[in-house]
């Protein structure tokens, strides 16, 4: 059983700085990709930032120049540093990963809890 936990969020003020952590655990032979997306209650869920086994990136629109994404194969976590945060980055921010099980190819591809991240005006 794969499961991803997130840690970090919470109350920042306009201008503001907060990171992001999240740990994969359970029977994975290997990281795909990891990421971060963000959902609010009137908009559907949206990437954040995504970073690949091999340390690809990519960052949705809105954060790009401001969030920074990093993760760490051996230690099955994922990170996001948020830069000059705004009260439009107010959502609950969901980590996503996809990973290969065994050598048969088995993937898993899920979901962590989310955690809130609210940034005042």
């Known amino acids: 059983q794969v499961q991803l936990v997130e840690s970090g969020g919470g109350l920042v003020q306009n201008g503001g700085s907060l990171s992001l952590s999240c740990v994969a655990s359970?029977?994975?032979?290997?990281?795909?990709?990891m990421g971060w997306y963000r959902q609010t209650p009137t908009n559907e869920r949206e990437l954040v930032a995504t970073?690949?086994?091999?340390?690809?990136?990519e960052y949705g629109d809105s954060v790009k120049g401001r969030f920074t994404i990093s993760g760490d194969n051996a230690k099955k976590t994922v990170n996001l540093r948020m830069n000059s945060l705004k009260p439009e980055d107010t959502a609950v921010y969901y980590c996503?990963?996809?990973?290969?099980?065994?050598?048969?190819?088995?993937?898993?591809?899920?979901w962590g809890q989310g955690t809130r991240v609210t940034v005042s005006s």
């Open positions: 970073i690949t086994s091999g340390g690809d990136m």
């Open positions: 359970g029977s994975i032979l290997r990281i795909n990709d």
């Open positions: 996503n990963g996809l990973f290969t099980l065994d050598d048969l190819g088995t993937t898993w591809h899920g």
